[in-house]
């Protein structure tokens, strides 16, 4: 609610004070001017271009005036309580970091300082935080004796240097030493010392020095004796020496006026001072200050800001100085002891306290600490009132323009305002508004201001810059996402300044650097809006470049993606990164799982191909598979390779690729788990695992006999026995039916039972299994272990298989087949469906059958029927009717319609049936199925042809002489305008043997029969038999030729041209045919060869019969003009055969 109620104030706002805008729809800060500093003294600051003054930055320095109108009041009642009730002595001043509390003492001090009797109270303002690491208690005195003594009107001299002298004592920097010295022999000295004492006697026995006169042995040695011993003191000094045993000044001092000297020194200090100590010389300034007739006013202030452990000790020197006095441990009477004003951060407390109670992470716990301290220390507690909103605008309004000039826009400082607002609410830490945030804020923006002047920026960047500071630093991309209420209103390009800001580069360049991680956004979150609009900014193509360098976890598959749903793919920079991406994909795809769009993807990377490259390409991506983990492509239970394959099998067959294989690792379980995945027969074909069946089947049984993988096994199975060699071992797949027919849980057993009504018709052992299952009754058991709640398609193919077995069951639901029919219609459909499969049958005889040995589920199987009969009226009238008349004959008296037998004829049985019975019995039902297609290329014309190449010499002849069965088979193809269709060797040989009896026999049938037979044998057969005809026509009588012309037409009078001399013909034979009755019907088709008889006629015959030909075509003088020009055609033309 209250961000609702935030996003209308701010609308109202925008609607009431509409932001002045630029160019780019804002206001920009680009000349901030020199104003007042936090003390009001103007300074008068510029850089070194005068025309652009310096921000004047705001100090971080105790206001004198009461800004937010709030502070004040606190101030003057802090006044009154310390002139007016001397009792509250410990006052406690509360608000958050920079929230005025150091104000609010300023501004008492000002009061204490204007107060008539101000001389006679102390204000001693002790900062903590200034004097953080020393010793606190000796930093408190130390501070406090400072103060008095550069006060007007101090405490006495000697006063002030007994308790610095103290201060020293106290703090140990005054120590006593006792020394003691004594002689004591050098190192040297007792070593030489001996030497010394020999000296005499060695002096003594040298003599004056030179060598006794004497070969005495013994005053020889006794003179060497005295030099070594008188040199001893020296030899043994220079040998002391040279070996480093002792040092020149140890030898020195053998010989010195004064002995050497060791001194021992004790420094005695005094034990660490206690707090009663420091307590005792507090109170001894404190009655210092009250016996000149003044009073201390203690502020300690920043106590919150110290570390945990000096906060501590310094909450210790506190309870030392005044609480224990409060407890009547001192001569001093409390309305002589300080008041102390400790300004202090409500939650400072329990941070500092629970900290050392383990107690620094539940925010609860440091709450009830803080309030408990609070309420223990304090006998009186304050609160800073936090600004109130439109004050704080206000003010912050006022800072900005301190910092940035008396010019700046009423736009920028609305804002501003209205950005911080909605801004600092979003901010997890809940800090409160506060004068110093608001002052720090200022002097940020000023500072962007400055480094910006060449380019401003707008309030609105600037502001959420600073508000988000610290999010922008960890993600810039992520801090920009935030949809921030209003912003767009004063700068819609705020994203883009922003990253100028946080990169430190102009906006052209920022856009750039802003790019790459909202391309690689786009692309991984599938945004191909987002991608598009990338795609139109100008240099876009180097960044995406960029981008693909350095994938990382972005996937080539969701690159192609991103190109090709935004519209992109034929967009230059697209076809120069097509290639880059078709190199890439093959092992990027191998390296990892197969996600959603891979197969999508590969189809665009083939498809940016040039069609007459894709097949080689297509098959690089084949190959590949075999290489990668099994557990990548099982990832997503397949479904994933699934598309994948799916989308190179339908490129494949698009770029003509003939038996296109994808190989895949020679890994069952993968396979199996593809056959699971609704692929194609044709996709799966594609699939190249290279492993015998029979490891397909194993691994199919297995997951068949496990409750939670019976389905997926079922399902696998019913797609495999789709594509599965001819030789597969089956036996393992009917094991494992078997064993969970015969005892498995309700999952198994409905899996089974429909996996058995998917394959049984095109699997030959469970197919012959299936009988055994029924008798030994594994079938109805199954459908006994059936859950109740399958729904209608999981029903549907255990229940057709019941039927077709045929097993009586029952509903799994409970009540009879009449009720489950009425309530479940969609069932009726899918068991309709699933039948037909398994019987391979859409008519109702097999149905018939069923419904006669399944008298308790005859509601269904009329329902079925019903269905049938609706889809299909015609064919299953004709089941019905099939059904009930014993022979096609008697069913062809019953129902004659050509609507009727074509449905019959499309049984699937019909025509071998029919061509099973002899031709008497059936030659009607040919006919009448030909008068039902009336088409030549019917079903009923083929079965015609074929009864007809299986009839014998007698059957033909028969054909030629009467109007038998044969001829009624002729004339049924006759009449749809088809030809026989038939080998010519037995007709020919039987029209053959006919030619004498047409040429005798009076009558036009068998002619007519003779000739129309003639038409369906070959060309040069039919010649060959008509010059036979041909040789007989001279003997013929007018009418008989006449008739066999006209039958025969030109064909035959070609053949009677060839048969005899043309004059004969011309002479005998014409006139007779022209005074016929019958010449009009013959002549037109035969004028030709009567032009050809008349021009090879002597000159007096061609008058004849030029003569004859005029007075018989006196009613067709065109015929004759027709022959006559024919006939004095200069070059004469033999008719064409």
Not at 353 to 365: C, L, P, S
Not at 766 to 775: D, E, P
Not at 1060 to 1084: F, I, K, M, R, Y
Request: proline share 7%; charged share 20%; aromatic share 6%.
């Amino acid at each position: 609610m209250e961000c609702v109620l935030r996003a209308f104030w701010l609308t109202l706002s925008l609607t009431l004070h509409p932001p002045e805008t630029a160019a780019h729809g804002s206001s920009r800060c680009a000349r901030p001017r020199s104003v007042e500093s936090g003390g009001g003294e103007r300074v008068p600051e510029t850089s070194a271009d005068d025309s652009l003054p310096t921000p004047n930055f705001i100090i971080d320095a105790p206001a004198t005036a009461d800004a937010l109108n709030s502070h004040g009041r606190v101030a003057a009642a802090l006044h009154e309580i310390i002139t007016r009730a001397d009792k509250v002595k410990m006052i406690g001043l509360l608000g958050g970091w920079g929230s005025g509390k150091s104000t609010i003492v300023q501004m008492l001090e000002d009061r204490l300082r204007t107060d008539p009797g101000g001389d006679a109270l102390l204000c001693f303002n002790y900062d903590t935080w200034l004097r953080q690491s020393e010793l606190p208690r000796r930093a408190f005195l130390e501070g406090l004796v400072t103060f008095l003594k550069e006060l007007p009107s101090p405490p006495p001299a000697a006063a002030i240097e007994a308790w610095k002298k103290r201060l020293n004592e106290l703090s140990g920097e005054s120590e006593t030493v006792l020394t003691s010295t004594h002689v004591e022999l050098s190192k040297a000295g007792k070593f030489i010392l001996p030497a010394v004492v020999l000296l005499p006697l060695g002096l003594k026995l040298i003599g004056h020095g030179l060598p006794p006169p004497t070969t005495d042995t013994l005053t020889i040695a006794l003179f060497a004796l005295g030099w070594l011993l008188a040199l001893g003191p020296f030899l043994i000094a220079g040998l002391l020496f040279v070996t480093r045993q002792v040092a020149l000044k140890d030898l020195v001092s053998v010989v010195a006026a004064k002995p050497a000297e060791v001194k021992h020194e004790v420094t005695a200090r005094r034990p660490e001072p206690s707090a009663l100590e420091f307590q005792e010389m507090f109170h001894d300034i404190i009655k210092v200050v009250m016996g000149s007739g003044r009073r201390l006013v203690l502020v300690i202030d920043n106590l919150d800001r110290l570390p945990p452990d000096e906060a501590l000790t310094l909450w210790a020197t506190l309870r030392s100085f005044f609480l224990d006095v409060r407890a009547g441990h001192s001569d001093l009477a409390r309305k002589d002891l300080p008041t102390v004003i400790v300004p202090l951060d409500p939650t400072a407390p329990g941070r500092i306290h629970g900290r050392d109670n383990n107690q620094g992470g539940d925010a609860e716990a440091r709450a009830e600490l803080s309030q408990a301290f609070i309420e223990k220390t304090f006998d009186l507690v304050f609160h800073v009132p936090p600004p109130v909103m439109s004050r704080w605008q206000d003010y912050l309004g006022v800072r900005l323009r301190t910092v940035l000039g008396p010019d700046l826009k009423d736009s920028d400082t609305f804002a501003a305002a209205a950005i911080y607002e909605v801004l600092h609410r979003k901010n997890e830490t809940h800090v409160a508004v506060s004068p110093r945030s608001l002052n720090a804020f200022a002097n940020a923006v000023g500072a962007l201001a400055m480094q910006w002047r060449d380019e401003p920026k707008s309030m609105a960047a600037m502001t959420f810059f600073e508000c988000r500071r610290a999010a922008i630093a960890t993600s810039i991309y992520v801090a920009v996402k935030a949809e921030v209420a209003g912003i767009e209103a004063f700068d819609p390009d705020w994203r883009l300044a922003v990253a100028s800001l946080h990169f430190g580069v102009p906006l052209d360049q920022a856009r750039e650097l802003y790019m790459h991680e909202p391309i690689r956004t786009a692309i991984q979150s599938g945004d191909e809006k987002r991608f598009a609009q990338l795609a139109s900014v100008p240099g876009f193509d180097r960044y995406f470049d960029q981008v693909l360098e350095a994938l990382g976890p972005i996937r080539v598959t969701a690159v192609a993606n991103a190109i090709q749903r935004a519209g992109c793919s034929k967009k230059p920079w697209a076809l120069a990164v097509w290639p880059r991406l078709r190199a890439m994909a093959p092992m990027n795809l191998a390296e990892r799982p197969l996600q959603a769009g891979d197969g999508d993807a590969l189809s665009a990377l083939v498809r940016s191909l040039p069609m007459s490259e894709r097949a080689a390409y297509l098959l690089t991506l084949g190959r590949i598979w075999a290489h990668v983990l099994v557990d990548n492509l099982l990832d997503s239970g397949g479904f994933h390779a699934a598309q994948v394959f799916r989308s190179l099998a339908s490129e494949a067959k698009t770029a003509g690729v003939e038996q296109y294989e994808i190989d895949l690792p020679q890994d069952p379980r993968l396979y199996v788990a593809l056959l699971g995945q609704d692929l194609t027969v044709d996709e799966l074909r594609t699939l190249n695992i290279g492993q015998h069946s029979g490891a397909i089947v194993a691994q199919m049984s297995a997951l068949l006999r496990s409750t939670p993988t019976a389905e997926r096994g079922a399902k696998a199975a019913t797609s495999f026995a789709k594509i599965a060699p001819a030789d597969t071992d089956w036996s393992e797949l009917v094991n494992a039916l078997t064993a969970v027919l015969s005892h498995s849980d309700p999952p198994v057993s409905a899996a089974a039972l429909a996996l058995i009504a998917q394959i049984g018709p095109s699997v030959p052992p469970v197919r012959a299994q299936l009988n055994a299952w029924r008798t030994e009754n594994l079938l109805k058991g199954s459908w006994d272990r059936l859950p109740a709640d399958l729904t209608d398609s999981q029903l549907a193919g255990p229940l057709a298989l019941m039927m077709a077995a045929p097993v009586a069951v029952e509903p799994r639901d409970g009540g009879d087949w009449a009720s489950a029919v009425d309530q479940r219609p969609e069932l009726v459909r899918l068991v309709d469906v699933a039948l037909q499969h398994l019987t391979q049958e859409t008519g109702l005889v097999g149905l018939l059958s069923t419904m006669a040995g399944l008298p308790q589920m005859v509601p269904l199987t009329q329902a079925i029927a019903t269905a049938r009969v609706t889809a299909d009226p015609d064919r299953c009238a004709a089941d019905v009717e099939i059904h009930e008349a014993p022979t096609y004959l008697r069913l062809l008296e019953r129902n004659p319609s050509p609507a009727f037998w074509r449905s019959v004829a499309e049984r699937e049985n019909f025509w071998p049936e029919l061509s099973a019975i002899s031709l008497d019995q059936c030659v009607e039902v040919y006919a009448a199925t030909a008068q039902a297609f009336a088409r030549p290329d019917s079903p009923a014309v083929d079965a015609i042809r074929d009864r007809l190449r299986q009839a014998s010499e007698h059957d033909w002849r028969a054909a030629v002489f009467a109007n038998g069965p044969m001829q009624r088979l002729v004339a049924s193809l006759r009449d749809l305008g088809a030809d026989l269709g038939v080998p010519a060797g037995t007709l020919v040989l039987v029209l053959s043997q006919a030619i004498p009896a047409i040429i005798e026999t009076a009558g036009g049938e068998v002619r007519q029969r003779w000739f129309a037979l003639l038409a369906d044998i070959s060309e040069t057969a039919r010649r060959q038999l008509l010059t036979q005809v041909g040789g007989h026509l001279m003997s013929l009588k007018a009418a008989d030729l006449r008739e066999l012309l006209q039958l025969g037409g030109p064909e035959l009078a070609d053949a009677l041209s060839n048969a005899a001399e043309v004059q004969p013909v011309a002479t005998t034979l014409l006139p007779v045919l022209l005074n016929e009755p019958g010449a009009h019907e013959w002549l037109p088709g035969n004028v030709e060869h009567v032009a050809w008889w008349i021009r090879n006629a002597d000159a007096g015959a061609q008058e004849m019969l030029r003569n004859e030909i005029a007075k018989s075509l006196l009613d067709m003088p065109s015929l004759a003009n027709t022959i006559f020009e024919l006939v004095d055609q200069p070059v004469a033309t033999r008719p064409a055969s």
